[in-house]
């Protein structure tokens, strides 16, 4: 089992002169339910190289059991030292793929030709991708084959339109994940702010916040188990 996780290169949060990059947990928390589980992991972002942590996401207040094991862990580190860079990357070889969130995505991801390709060509093989908090945003420019926006009539989640006021970012982001996957047709549901929340249709997977983290990982193991 191989799995590719996509992570954002950009670190720049608006114009409030604060960093952003992508949210540890998020990556954290699934890279360890793919490799405890014997998976071999490929990390991916638009720039190649050390992709941007948000630097909130360390801070002790949102440390977690796999975010510490994650900074301990030299081989973990030296894989996110050296991305491949993403333009360079089809679904050729993996199993499946999944994009850990932060606000950077909003800014690169989502608008990265490379991202909604792979994202395209992913689903069309019949492999799942799975994305988590702010993550779902980047599905905004996928089409399906014939054209639709790709969360069309599709059951989804991501981080909610309360959840990024509850961190003063409403008229910072580029646009809320929320609203977007709403205009672009998507059957948008969440649970309580911070609760763990994972949507699955068909493929594709969504998560709702850091704490959904874990469990869209496991949610997509057992996708892959039962394909």
């Given at each position: 089992?191989?799995?590719?996780?996509?992570?954002?290169?950009?670190?720049?949060?608006?114009?409030t002169?604060?960093?952003?990059?992508?949210?540890?947990?998020?990556?954290?928390?699934?890279?360890?339910?793919?490799?405890?589980?014997?998976?071999?992991?490929?990390?991916?972002?638009?720039?190649?190289?050390?992709?941007?942590?948000?630097?909130?996401?360390?801070?002790?207040?949102?440390?977690?059991?796999?975010?510490?094991?994650?900074?301990?862990?030299?081989?973990?580190?030296?894989?996110?030292?050296?991305?491949?860079?993403?333009?360079?990357?089809?679904?050729?070889?993996f199993?499946?793929?999944?994009?850990p969130?932060?606000?950077?995505?909003?800014?690169?991801?989502?608008?990265?030709?490379?991202?909604?390709?792979?994202i395209?060509?992913?689903?069309?093989?019949?492999?799942?991708?799975?994305?988590?908090?702010?993550?779902?945003?980047?599905?905004?420019?996928a089409?399906?084959?014939?054209?639709?926006p790709?969360?069309?009539?599709?059951d989804?989640?991501?981080?909610?339109?309360?959840?990024e006021?509850?961190?003063?970012?409403?008229a910072?982001?580029?646009?809320?994940?929320?609203?977007?996957?709403?205009?672009?047709?998507?059957?948008?549901?969440?649970?309580g702010?911070?609760?763990p929340?994972?949507v699955?249709?068909?493929?594709?997977?969504?998560?709702?916040?850091?704490?959904?983290?874990?469990?869209?990982a496991?949610?997509?193991?057992?996708?892959?188990?039962?394909?």
């Amino acid at each position: 089992m191989k799995i590719l996780m996509v992570l954002t290169s950009h670190d720049k949060l608006g114009d409030t002169g604060r960093k952003t990059g992508f949210w540890l947990e998020e990556l954290a928390a699934p890279y360890y339910v793919f490799k405890d589980a014997g998976a071999e992991i490929v990390l991916a972002s638009p720039k190649g190289g050390r992709p941007p942590l948000d630097p909130k996401s360390s801070e002790p207040d949102f440390q977690t059991d796999f975010t510490r094991r994650f900074e301990a862990d030299a081989e973990a580190n030296a894989l996110l030292a050296d991305t491949v860079r993403l333009a360079g990357v089809s679904h050729d070889g993996f199993d499946a793929v999944f994009y850990p969130g932060g606000h950077g995505p909003l800014w690169d991801l989502a608008e990265d030709p490379a991202s909604v390709r792979l994202i395209e060509a992913t689903l069309q093989a019949g492999k799942p991708v799975t994305l988590v908090c702010h993550a779902p945003g980047v599905l905004r420019h996928a089409k399906t084959p014939k054209g639709r926006p790709l969360v069309e009539g599709k059951d989804v989640t991501g981080f909610s339109n309360s959840e990024e006021e509850a961190v003063g970012l409403t008229a910072v982001v580029p646009f809320l994940v929320e609203d977007e996957l709403r205009r672009n047709g998507g059957r948008f549901s969440k649970a309580g702010d911070w609760q763990p929340y994972v949507v699955a249709d068909g493929l594709l997977i969504t998560g709702q916040n850091p704490a959904s983290s874990e469990p869209a990982a496991e949610r997509l193991l057992q996708r892959l188990a039962n394909a």
